[in-house]
């Protein structure tokens, strides 16, 4: 493997821990200012990274209206799948904690800009770029990344059975869906655009239901 390459993508996955530094920190009232610096610091480290691998495996950017339709239809798809889901299980860990968070007005904001632009923005980079890279291994890779994804977004919880198979369910099948579209495209722009329509679809659904 190409040493900067490799070096790029153990970058990417180091953003990720520094974005979950940076929201303890936000979380901290005496500390918020430097949360909100190490999350925009991960952001713009994780564009940054993400603009030099593609630089380096030598791909051409898509173009974004070749992928419209297939992200809107996918979009209504896993929507109505996880309405199906919610019906069967309770809010999870992960969710509970969001909610929580977005009711309290000094971290209402903060969460918002979290959750529908960094945390997309941060995880594509890490969970895609950093995990699957050029995708030479697509389907192992692939699993890896979609485990770690469902790991960073399940907290341990007193759901019953059921209710945390279906919530690690609906995180899988996002994960593969973002997995595929990395494979097809290998462009993080695509991913990315995606991902953040997802949690602000996620956002908005929330709050009027």
Not at 60 to 67: D, E, I, T, V
Not at 113 to 127: D, M, Q, R, S, Y
């Amino acid at each position: 493997m190409n040493v900067k390459k490799a070096f790029c993508r153990f970058l990417l996955i180091l953003m990720f821990f520094v974005e979950q530094l940076g929201l303890a920190f936000v979380l901290i009232k005496t500390k918020t200012l430097i949360g909100i610096a190490l999350l925009l610091g991960s952001v713009i480290g994780v564009i940054f990274l993400q603009m030099w691998y593609q630089r380096l495996i030598n791909v051409k950017l898509s173009r974004f209206s070749k992928y419209i339709k297939f992200i809107v239809l996918t979009l209504i798809v896993l929507l109505i799948v996880e309405e199906v889901i919610s019906q069967f299980s309770s809010t999870s860990a992960n969710q509970q904690l969001i909610n929580h968070l977005l009711k309290d007005q000094s971290t209402k904001w903060i969460m918002m800009v979290l959750g529908i632009i960094i945390a997309p923005i941060v995880e594509e980079g890490t969970f895609r770029t950093g995990i699957m890279g050029n995708t030479k291994h697509p389907v192992i890779l692939g699993t890896i990344s979609t485990v770690l994804f469902v790991c960073a977004h399940m907290v341990s919880t007193n759901q019953s059975l059921i209710s945390f198979i279906l919530n690690i369910t609906a995180y899988a099948l996002i994960s593969a869906v973002l997995c595929f579209l990395y494979y097809r495209t290998k462009d993080w722009r695509v991913n990315t655009v995606f991902h953040i329509s997802w949690n602000l679809l996620a956002f908005v659904t929330s709050a009027i239901f």
